[in-house]
């Protein structure tokens, strides 16, 4: 079976880092289409933070350039998400995502359980 397990989360004061890790079983983290990272904030919609194509080509969403940064460990089977220079708005709950698409079987969606990140002013 396939299963994606967050950890990292916590508190930090505003203008911290953190590093939050996503653990990939049952998959190789190279077989998936785009890998990435959503949160979603108490009476917030759910929002994109980062995401890395099998190629390795990442985009960010407008409010954490230059802040956060993505990657892939294929040794580790692991996704990253480097949190730096945090502020009070990006308090949380962080998601790993990935999907695979193949003409066979169509798309497959996996989402982890979530780690909470609370950024205290």
């Known amino acids: 079976q396939v299963q994606l397990v967050e950890s990292g989360g916590g508190l930090v004061h505003s203008g911290g880092s953190l590093k939050l890790s996503c653990a990939a079983s049952?998959?190789?983290?190279?077989?998936?289409?785009?890998v990435g990272w959503f949160r979603q904030a108490p009476g917030k919609q759910r929002e994109l933070v980062a995401n890395m194509s099998s190629g390795s080509v990442t985009a960010y969403g407008d409010s954490v350039k230059g802040r956060f940064t993505i990657s892939r460990d294929s040794t580790k089977n692991t996704v990253y998400l480097h949190m730096n220079s945090l502020k009070p708005e990006d308090t949380a709950d962080y998601f790993c995502?990935?999907?695979?698409?193949?003409?066979?079987?169509?798309?497959?969606?996996?989402w982890g359980q979530g780690t909470q990140v609370t950024v205290s002013s």
């Open positions: 995502n990935a999907i695979r698409i193949r003409p066979d079987l169509g798309t497959e969606d996996y």
């Open positions: 049952g998959i190789t983290v190279s077989m998936f289409t785009m």
